[in-house]
């Protein structure tokens, strides 16, 4: 009998398709696809994540997704009915989350030492009180010609603020791109990865359990990949994104939208 894996290969390789267009398509990494097929599940975010993978490859390349997940899920069962499930490797925890508070706390009070250093040692140079015997070596500038005070509010007013827009190939100025604040909340497991304006270098994604949360930041447009859409709450500058819910569905949400 074929493992689940080779079931699901033998399926698409009748089909023609390639992994790297099912990839493209669904967005889902291929590392993560081939794993799948290989019943690598050691290299897989939890099964409910798993499912949701599966159920976008169905879709994709025609296969029934309730009845693969249900092959899926007896399959699984099966294989670590005895042995027990590696333990998930967790993106963000408490005390990571603590250990992460407490080294910012202590860089940003030696930054503020070393501050407070150079400054008063500045203003012992500009200001300050000379060492002695160094009385004679200082003279007092020697200014000629007449200086004229100007009042404070007319100093002021000549005193502006210029912003600088970048210009486009058509002479036009462009407004800079918003950055905008993104705040997801895990209610249940689920796994989230974030692309900006598409470019895949700026993957960021993280496997949240109930209770987590991540706030990242980008500008432009970006897309979001939830692996459990049941289990997110989805917050983009201050204000709640609504989305399909559905448990162990993969979604997509392009965000600004």
């Given at each position: 009998m074929d493992s689940f894996g080779e079931f699901l290969r033998r399926e698409r390789e009748l089909r023609h398709i390639e992994l790297n267009e099912i990839a493209k398509i669904t967005r889902i990494k291929k590392a993560y696809l081939q794993a799948i097929e290989t019943d690598n599940y050691d290299e897989l975010?939890?099964?409910?994540?798993?499912?949701?993978?599966i159920r976008a490859y169905c879709n994709?390349?025609?296969?029934?997704?309730d009845k693969t997940v249900n092959y899926f899920?007896?399959?699984?069962?099966?294989?670590f009915k005895e042995a027990p499930q590696p333990q998930k490797k967790r993106f963000y925890n408490r005390e990571n989350r603590q250990r992460l508070f407490i080294t910012v706390v202590l860089g940003l009070a030696a930054a503020s030492?070393?501050?407070?250093?150079v400054y008063y040692s500045i203003m012992g140079s500009i200001g300050g009180t000379p060492p002695?015997?160094?009385?004679?070596?200082?003279q007092e500038p020697v200014f000629t010609g007449t200086v004229t005070e100007q009042p404070a509010k007319q100093q002021?007013?000549?005193?502006t603020t210029t912003t600088v827009l970048p210009i486009t190939s058509s002479g036009a100025f462009t407004q800079?791109?918003?950055?905008?604040?993104?705040?997801?909340?895990?209610?249940e497991d689920t796994w989230v990865r974030l692309v900006q304006n598409n470019e895949e270098g700026t993957a960021q994604e993280a496997l949240l359990n109930p209770g987590d949360a991540v706030s990242w930041k980008f500008t432009g447009t970006a897309m979001l990949i939830v692996g459990n859409a049941e289990g997110l709450n989805v917050i983009l500058d201050n204000k709640q994104v609504e989305h399909n819910r559905i448990k162990s569905e993969v979604i997509r949400l392009k965000l600004p939208h």
């Open positions: 975010p939890d099964a409910a994540f798993v499912k949701g993978f994709y390349i025609g296969l029934d997704p899920q007896q399959f699984y069962d099966e294989k030492v070393v501050g407070l250093a002695q015997g160094s009385e004679k070596e200082i002021a007013a000549e005193i800079p791109a918003k950055l905008h604040t993104l705040l997801l909340k895990a209610t």
